[in-house]
């Protein structure tokens, strides 16, 4: 069974779960998001698979996942984004928040989230059991279209682009993509 690392506010380990487990008690873990741009700016969003124990068939960021324990943050992305969408770039972090999120079934995503960038330009070959489809969108039809179907959006990839893209985009700036 995978296992997530338990954290406090400071994002400091206080000990592991078994992943379902922490996600029905709502307890707070570490986890990333990957947000990857192409050289035309637009981000790669994927639509999650069906069979998600939550958020299925939802569009978010590139990737997702929690780290291992013992796995540093940039290695945990590097090994989920080459597992989900079937590529690696240089990624870099960007900056951390918290949420907490019920969901319909009972579940909650209670994230330490670290927010990491990347710039990728080739082929896109993502997993099936991971991924139901993929898009390059642009940033301005993307928050055009999370106005009017909000609900096609997971809710950590609103925080992330309805709080805080301000920090990606200086970001994707210091790092001349």
């Given at each position: 069974?995978?296992?997530?690392?338990?954290?406090?506010?400071?994002?400091?380990?206080?000990?592991?779960?078994?992943?379902?487990?922490?996600?029905?008690?709502?307890?707070?873990?570490?986890?990333?998001?990957?947000?990857?741009?192409?050289?035309?700016?637009?981000?790669?969003?994927?639509?999650?698979?069906?069979?998600?124990?939550?958020?299925?068939?939802?569009?978010?960021?590139?990737?997702?996942?929690?780290?291992?324990?013992?796995?540093?943050?940039?290695?945990?992305?590097?090994?989920?984004?080459?597992?989900?969408?079937?590529?690696?770039?240089?990624?870099?972090?960007?900056?951390?928040?918290?949420?907490?999120?019920?969901?319909?079934?009972?579940?909650?995503?209670?994230?330490?989230?670290?927010?990491?960038?990347?710039?990728?330009?080739?082929?896109v070959t993502p997993n099936p059991e991971e991924v139901n489809a993929y898009r390059w969108v642009s940033m301005d039809?993307?928050?055009?279209?999370?106005?009017?179907?909000?609900?096609?959006?997971?809710?950590?990839?609103?925080?992330?682009?309805?709080?805080?893209?301000?920090?990606?985009?200086?970001?994707?700036?210091?790092?001349?993509?």
């Amino acid at each position: 069974m995978e296992q997530v690392i338990l954290v406090d506010a400071k994002d400091q380990p206080i000990g592991t779960m078994e992943k379902l487990q922490a996600h029905q008690q709502g307890k707070l873990h570490r986890c990333f998001s990957i947000l990857i741009f192409n050289q035309a700016g637009e981000i790669l969003l994927q639509q999650r698979a069906l069979n998600k124990y939550h958020t299925p068939g939802l569009w978010t960021n590139t990737c997702c996942s929690h780290q291992r324990p013992g796995e540093e943050t940039l290695a945990a992305a590097h090994r989920r984004l080459v597992e989900e969408m079937g590529f690696d770039c240089a990624l870099h972090e960007v900056y951390e928040f918290v949420y907490k999120v019920p969901f319909e079934n009972g579940l909650w995503e209670h994230e330490f989230d670290h927010v990491l960038i990347g710039r990728y330009d080739d082929v896109v070959t993502p997993n099936p059991e991971e991924v139901n489809a993929y898009r390059w969108v642009s940033m301005d039809k993307l928050k055009q279209d999370m106005k009017v179907n909000s609900h096609h959006y997971t809710p950590w990839f609103h925080i992330i682009l309805n709080e805080h893209y301000d920090r990606i985009a200086i970001q994707i700036k210091k790092i001349n993509f």
